[in-house]
């Protein structure tokens, strides 16, 4: 069965500080794996995705991921954080394009201090 | 394009009542899914349609729940003989083709408390 780790529960970055948030993910075939971001009284939105080639992805709001075979990773990176990005973060693998579900991880709670 | 809509944004019960939720998926999006998430967890799947039929429930979808979506349009999740455990913020989703992953629009979810 597909499972995701987040380790990190919490993490405060200060704002204009990089950020790399951690995901790893098990399963027997190539993934696809998903970045969501939720934000308090919204729905979940897609940050990125990567179902092949490049390792390195790029999203939206300058986010990217990198996506490690050899370490069953998919962390997320951002150089420079700005205080609206304080929300939660969750990975998420599918089974395939077409999977019908998705497997979320529990999710990272990002603070920014300024 | 509106979004995915959720109705009520919040609910409170009474242990063992029955409730109902709506989902207002986008227009023309033909698969819809529920999704169930409690605090300190990432969502979980429920189960999914394509148009009106439902194609497949997750065991964490008991006999007491129930979705439909008459005419593959809006959706609904009735949930009866509500437990405290059915807690949670319950979020729909969809789709407008077969790639759906890539392409899933989440709504704001509709929050259960179940006293």
């Known amino acids: 069965a597909q499972s995701v780790t987040q380790p990190d529960i919490h993490i405060t970055v200060s704002e204009g500080a990089s950020l790399e948030l951690r995901c790893n993910y098990s399963?027997?075939?190539?993934?696809?794996l998903f970045w969501y971001v939720q934000s308090p009284g919204q729905g979940l939105q897609l940050l990125l995705k990567?179902?092949?080639?490049?390792?390195l992805v790029q999203g939206i709001k300058g986010f990217e991921a990198e996506f490690k075979r050899s370490q069953s990773s998919f962390n997320l990176r951002k150089p420079s954080v700005h205080w609206s990005d304080a929300a939660e973060y969750f990975c998420?693998?599918?089974?395939?394009?077409?999977?019908?579900?998705?497997?979320f991880g529990a999710g990272t709670i990002l603070r920014v201090k300024s | 394009d509106t979004g995915v809509s959720q109705n009520p944004r919040h609910k409170i019960t009474k242990r063992g009542q029955n409730v109902t939720f709506r989902c207002d998926p986008i227009?023309?999006?033909?698969?819809l899914y529920w999704y169930r998430q409690t605090l300190g967890q990432g969502p979980e799947f429920l189960t999914y349609?394509?148009?009106?039929?439902?194609?497949?429930k997750s065991r964490l979808l008991s006999d007491r729940f129930s979705a439909e979506r008459p005419k593959g349009s809006f959706s609904t999740l009735e949930i009866q003989r509500t437990e405290q455990g059915d807690s949670a913020m319950y979020l729909c989703?969809?789709?407008?083709?077969?790639?759906?992953?890539?392409?899933?629009?989440f709504g704001s979810g509709t929050q259960l408390s179940v006293l």
């Open positions: 349609f394509q148009n009106e039929a439902q194609l497949e």
């Open positions: 227009s023309e999006h033909n698969r």
């Open positions: 989703a969809s789709s407008p083709d077969r790639v759906g992953n890539e392409k899933l629009f």
């Open positions: 990567y179902f092949s080639g490049d390792t």
């Open positions: 399963y027997g075939a190539t993934p696809y």
């Open positions: 998420a693998v599918a089974p395939g394009e077409y999977g019908n579900k998705l497997v």
